[in-house]
């Protein structure tokens, strides 16, 4: 399972795009990126999935470059409910993959 | 998105006590499902695998007669914590998936506290 690489937390303010970037250098052929979301007391709730290129939902946006050795999360407009840790999952999840988490982004948004 | 049911969310028992934990996917079938605890501040720590119908795989330093999991069916899973003592006392969580490349979902969680 590759391992990931978040910042360890970020600053923004409502109302603007926050860009999470998470690097996973040794990513297989197989792998999915895929974000989580987590708050305080709450198991973690699925944000975005994506192989190559880009992802949008009605949350998120996932930009994956042609090397896949990284991927950004693209929070638009962000309120002050998207406070959470967020962390970024990479492998392919068959019967004999794990799912390690790593340390997550603590994203903080101020009023 | 899909829903994975985990009860009880909280706990409260006595040290030597057991308590079991259940884990249901309530619109899929979940081949694979995993158990995490996390302590606070701290990113969720993978415990064990399981495979419908198999042994769990646990990580190591997890001991595997202290915290047993249960895999019977393709909806649900269930770990039990037995004799539990403060320092089971943690954030548990589970996850399942449906098969290679689909996502992955988790529960709400179950705080345990043991007295």
């Known amino acids: 399972l590759a391992k990931t690489t978040q910042p360890i937390s970020m600053d923004s303010y409502e109302g603007q795009e926050v860009n999470i970037t998470c690097s996973h250098n040794?990513?297989?052929?197989?792998?999915?990126i895929t974000w989580y979301q987590q708050f305080p007391s709450q198991g973690p709730r699925f944000i975005i999935q994506g192989y190559k290129t880009k992802v949008t939902n009605e949350v998120a946006s996932l930009f994956i470059p042609a090397d896949r050795k990284s991927s950004t999360l693209s929070l638009p407009r962000v309120s002050l409910s998207d406070t959470a840790v967020y962390y970024c999952?990479?492998?392919?999840?068959?019967?004999?993959?794990?799912?390690?988490f790593g340390k997550g982004t603590r994203l903080h948004i101020l009023p | 998105g899909a829903v994975v049911s985990q009860h009880p969310s909280w706990v409260i028992c006595k040290s030597g006590t057991s308590v079991k934990i259940e884990c249901r996917s309530l619109d899929f079938q979940a081949t694979t499902m995993f158990w995490y605890r996390q302590f606070p501040k701290q990113s969720l720590m993978l415990m064990a695998t399981s495979n419908e119908g198999s042994k769990a795989t646990y990580e190591q330093g997890v001991e595997k007669d202290k915290f047993l999991i249960n895999h019977a069916s393709l909806t649900l899973s269930t770990l039990t914590v037995t004799s539990a003592h403060p320092e089971d006392s943690s954030f548990y969580i589970c996850?399942?998936?449906?098969?290679?490349?689909?996502?992955?979902?988790f529960g709400s969680g179950t705080q345990l506290s043991v007295l």
């Open positions: 999952l990479v492998g392919a999840w068959n019967r004999d993959d794990k799912i390690i």
């Open positions: 040794n990513i297989a052929t197989n792998d999915y």
């Open positions: 996850s399942g998936v449906s098969g290679t490349n689909e996502k992955l979902f």
